[in-house]
């Protein structure tokens, strides 16, 4: 198992973790508290204009699309993997350098199933940064833990398809440049369990589509992004927008999640990363009781518990991404489901000691901690809670006895 | 040890539990969603006038100041603390029974170590609920888990005393009727460490006074009450705003900490059983796999390991209040310190595991999880961080063999 | 709830730890290493002189049978707790009070179901302290945990009853002194689930009745109490042997378990808080890099933990004695599977970190931590592993809402 | 970082698996009883006649001295961390490839810093696997997480060396053909923190050698190998039994100590990984309430987080073991007490968890957990604590920042 990256990936890499350092990082703050002050109300929600002018940067600079293999600037996933943990360190990064979610993933999935029109539609605009998308699946009336309880229905109406559901944790639809997004839902009721559903692209302007408020992560709504609540009322949309096939749902799905997860794993080692580091500099410069709070109690363990920690996360993933590049996800299906249980729940443990080492100033919104906190604790639950990913773990190790 | 109530106690336990569930919970998503939409700016916030129809309410039916020991109904601790866990269960309940942090804190010093001018000008409208009060103690730029590290000033000037520094996390401060804080600060920078500093009321609109802005917690501004940053600039006072005496604020304090301790430590095991019966039904409500999530993989672990935390720490907790009752707070400092360590901890774990089982809901606003959560999780540093609590637990251990 | 034990039990407290210090912790080390030379080989095993004359002098005290209320000298479950904490201390001192498992149990059934012949010929001379029992439930074939999966029969013969099977981990069987076991098994498939079995006394004598060898735990082999393997080979006995009736032996099991369990978790509290003890001296005592261990690291947090954990979990289990007291087993069904869950574990962790405190030393057998690591850990198992006892506690906790 | 073993190694690997598979573990369980039934006096322990036959097959097939880097078999650390796994499986397989604890470690140290003769009289039946060898560096008296505690003496004595102190620990002493151990202690007490300890050769036999006991882990002996307690009185030799000369001691230990640390971490995880096997098969073979155990509670959850937890603590030995290899143990002083902390509480933990899982049978030693338990206990002492670890983890992160 070789987990060396690429002398190229290690130069994107470097460049990279300059360009958060010396463009975003300066601005972070500011950026995010203006965010932070957009409030619930999405319709007003904003973009800074240094958000742009970033990501023409990061373009000219060939930081651009790293994330998807087989174009221009395309790596593999053992090589985007510590590119997409440096992007972690700050929640505006991903943006800039056009991979974050669920963007990437809407660009893999047309990239692999999409039809040429479908591409030319929303592949390149993506691909260009040029508008942002949505991916609906998650429901509010089911237990998304379980994907075949999906209520929201696709008919088939001959030239045309109807569309028909409410969906729930939309992630990046209060995007002011959001203008489609993925719908998934049951298709083909009387199929296999794993060939009833389907995707279909649905420009978010359509006739029926109602995004009807954006929910909070413990408080904050995540603005320009935000996390929305959409209902499908009778949205009627050409067959062309169907992905693939109708079917075909589960299929692409499953593909899509590979590399996502990585991407996501990856992301919350690089948060975790610059929690640790915010926790070990205060336990430096802070003093109580006479000595600096690296020196009292067992705020040594916490700090080599999660170096510890990080770093054997971090070679699970990329032992990962490197079974991905080698066998495709379907050989990695363990691995992928591992990652997907530790990293979030490192990451939690993590930020929550470096909240604990800055008192209350890490519970406000004075450090990013908080918001880094969000990420990593809804990555519990969003592609798949904890305890389905363990489920599959334990059947896997099941069946080599059986 | 008997941690029996009394029957007046247990009519008052049962009344209070209806009252709250009543009263109270039918109207609580909508205030909270109320308090919630009210953003940072303070200035605008408002009370909600059902808010004090039922502190009146509250006040005909004689479930009113119950946590003040000597006053008309006040009880004992032990008495006391299961009411206080039962105004737990909604984060509205406790202003309406006139028994919040801090005025419940501030009315007790008040009542122990006011003088008579400053009973009638402050003790007594708060016992009113009239008017509320704040407690400015944690300061920006040194670690508070280290009292003694307090930098804001006293100065003596004869007939005046003038206060400077900066304070945040000043908890109720945001909310429209606060109308005093008391401020401590260092007055005596040459006597013994534990009689350098003292405690004054400051109104609120006393020249030099400035609430500069609200904290949040995980981006939550707790409206109407808030946690705000205030800062001191030459404050002059009368000194008959010091209460007791330059020089006894922390012999204040550390009697005012002891019960204030277990209403907090109480009421987060009220939340911590609101969570659990929320996570109960939802998983009895749910499905996936074919199966309610009641049965699926560890959830019954999670259920019965709730279920035993919560009622040790609970037992631990009327241990302590009957302590306090019997012998003072200086026969439990061990045992006020074990339940401040466990209850926010147990809390935490209980409300994260039941946002767990409600998936992206339960991280949203749509159930009362957050908000318990951040209650919680602010309660592992306010009043003393884990660690200083752990650090006196395990101090007093090592005397007993020195 | 009150916890307060009588002026009586208190006296009688007082007056075990007094013996226990002065009379069997200075022999226990000899005693214990004694037993531990005795190796596997259980024919050879004896008993130290010095034991029974220590049995002699507690019974003269009045430190006799105080487990057992209704007997001469029994307490209620509320005024035992404390001394079987107290008898934890040492792993010799319950045989030398004569309430050491399984003969407490076993002396309590007979006490309740036993004829008057059973009484005459068994009960007195346990109640005596001449001869030892054990209890034959286990097997090895199938899960314990669900006791219903018992495989040893009992076949009913007209005035004879015949026992066939094979059963370890009883306990004590492998002491001199051990003349009788009871015997559970399966008597009467056809009734009810919980009719279907039945106790049997056997004197181990009986012709077919074989110990084949002791278990050891860990390597230790428990001399000279002992866990044997027993197989019961057409063993023909009296149907006066049968306890209470055929078909009534859960009934007897369920509340010969309740005090018993009571009796285990306050005695592995006596443990743990040896261990705390030993921990917290040798914190105190040893030094490296320049300090005393007591300095170094999360020691203190170690220390303060288990003080919190015990003083929880004791709280619990007293809470559960006085529910037994005041409405029997049937009232306290869940607290007393809460009590089973939480006390192995706190006891195993705070003896596993004194072992860690001591280095070496305390994996070996210098110190008792070894001994008291292997009883709390095999009480992680006997009677009802921690699986189902959480079990339990969470179906009850669902019934509530169901 | 390439983790990739050659494919000379791989076929090494998949011999030795079949090695155990084929010859070890078909008589381990009768082998290990034996040394069990051995009792505590090693003076009459013997060596099964099928071990030396074992290591002679074992020789014959080039499985032999695997783990010594630069000899004619010697591996690199990353091509020998794996088959150091595959020994792990089973407490006997060390010793018949000839690469078990202390006297790899032993051999290693001879092998860069022996003189020739040293080599010639000891380096060379170690290799040969004739004779066996200990190492004698904890004391009793002091902390052994400090090393510089060391009260051993050694007493420049012009042509000879006096050695003087009480050593324990001292594992494989105990065996028939233990001939020599490496001793160190104080030479130099003026030099600098860490050139003021030597190593020097001891033949047993010397006069003044007198080994006093083998201590017990958790009462078991671990015949024929043991740990023992050994006392130098006035013990003479040569100086040329001084090993690289007086002072270096620390010098020499470090060096070892790196691969030997690979060495145990790797065989824990092969204990865990036999313990998960354990524990998968025993979960589907056996029922409890009508379904296999692996359908039972949390279990899968169990099984999941083991199969995590192993995975990620081999991913970092591995990378240890290439950083040792890349660049010298001063590479890896981190990595090296990571892993030091990590794998053995996994193990302890996973194996903990089988124990449970097989009920009372698995704190018995009718499997093989208990015995995998003690050596993953007793390596969270051995060769530094876990608390020594973590504190130099933390020292190297914070030293980043300073």
Known sequence: MNLTTSPNAQQLLSKTQTFIKEHILPIEQELLANAHHQGPDWKNWTIDPRVEQLKDKAKEMGLWNLFLPGTEHGLSNIDYAPIAEATGWSLLAPEIFNCNAPDSGNMEVLWKYGSEEQKEQWLQPLLDGKIRSAFCMTEPEVASSDATNMQATITDNGDTIILNGRKWWSSGIGHPDCKVTIFMGLSNPEAGRHQQHSMVLV?????????????????????????????????????????????????????????????????????????????????????????????????????????????????????????????????????????????????????????????????????????????????????????????????LELRKYK
């Open 203 to 395: 420009p978010l302007d359509s006739p029926g589509v109602t995004v009807e408020r954006m929910l909070p992560v413990f408080g904050a709504y995540d603005a320009p992004y935000g996390h929305g609540e959409v209902v499908f009322d009778n949205v009627e949309l050409p067959k062309s927008a169907v992905i693939a096939g109708l079917g075909r749902g589960f299929e692409i799905a499953q593909g899509r999640l590979g590399p996502g997860r990585i991407h996501h794993c990856m992301r919350l080692l690089g948060a975790a990363e610059r929690a640790l580091e915010l926790m070990i500099k205060r336990s430096l410069d802070r003093n109580a009781f006479g000595k600096p709070l690296a020196n009292l109690g067992g705020n040594r363990d916490i700090i080599a518990n999660a170096r510890i920690d990080i770093d054997m996360a971090r070679l699970l993933t990329l032992k990962t991404a490197s079974i991905l590049d080698d066998v495709g996800v379907f050989g990695a299906m363990s691995e992928v489901s591992q990652i997907k249980v530790v990293t979030p729940t490192v990451a939690c443990r993590v930020i929550d000691q470096a909240m604990q080492l800055f008192g209350g100033m890490g519970l406000s919104n004075d450090t990013v901690l908080t918001g880094l906190y969000a990420y990593a604790r809804i990555l519990r639950l969003a592609d798949g809670p904890d305890e389905v990913h363990r489920g599959l773990v334990a059947r």
